[in-house]
């Protein structure tokens, strides 16, 4: 049975896998803003997981913004939003966020609002002509934000899951179908065998 938007939308709003970054470095003090996040990449396994959809992107107004439609009802259902620019990557990272906005309006990511910021120290206070670096008490870079904070606040770290045990844990052919379609073109590719060994299974 189809599921309906709202049964898709309570799924989608659930909390799931994030990482922290640095969002800013203080001007007066050494000090670190970091802020908790999740990529495009988890935002369409969020999708993949609990709905069939699709995306496209359009200028307006020299703005360029990414719908998203979800199937469901036997309807197509749209949210749609721009984003900023990446300092690293403008076109990439104007695209990716317009994308996470867009799937924040049905759900996806939503819970991150509720994610309180968190300080850690920095080797310098920000000028106009350096980038600090985040350190630990001993004065030490720290490569792992993530790890760090979670640490920090007693969060347990998620485990990541692989395809292989994504699609051993399916119990009907209808999630199989599901998860193997989720998969990236590569991955399928690799677990095509794995799929029709367990298909004679279920």
């Known amino acids: 049975m189809e599921k309906t938007l709202k049964e898709i939308q309570v799924n989608l709003k659930k909390e799931i896998p994030f990482k922290w970054r640095v969002q800013s470095f203080s001007k007066h003090k050494a000090q670190a803003t970091c802020v908790a996040y999740i990529d495009s990449r988890d935002v369409q396994d969020a999708l993949d997981n609990n709905c069939q959809w699709?995306?496209?992107y359009y200028s307006e107004a020299g703005l360029l913004f990414c719908e998203i439609t979800i199937y469901a009802d036997g309807r197509e259902y749209k949210r749609t939003d721009t984003g900023s620019e990446s300092n690293v990557?403008?076109?990439?990272g104007h695209s990716s966020d317009a994308f996470k906005r867009a799937a924040v309006k049905f759900g996806v990511g939503r819970f991150l609002y509720s994610k309180k910021m968190q300080y850690l120290k920095?080797?310098?206070i920000k000028?106009?002509?350096n980038y600090p670096n985040v350190?630990?008490?001993n004065?030490?870079?720290i490569w792992?934000?993530?790890k760090h904070i979670n640490i920090k606040i007693k969060q347990p770290i998620s485990k990541v899951i692989t395809p292989t045990e994504k699609l051993n844990a399916?119990?009907?052919l209808t999630e199989l179908q599901t998860v193997y379609q989720s998969l990236a073109r590569t991955e399928q590719t690799a677990m095509a065998a794995l799929k029709d060994e367990l298909k004679t299974k279920l």
Do not use: E, F, L, N
């Open 135 to 137: 350190v630990d008490d």
């Open 54 to 56: 699709s995306d496209r």
């Open 139 to 141: 004065g030490s870079k």
């Open 89 to 92: 990557d403008k076109q990439k």
């Open 127 to 129: 000028t106009s002509s």
């Open 170 to 172: 399916c119990k009907t």
């Open 144 to 146: 792992d934000i993530t």
């Open 122 to 124: 920095a080797d310098a």
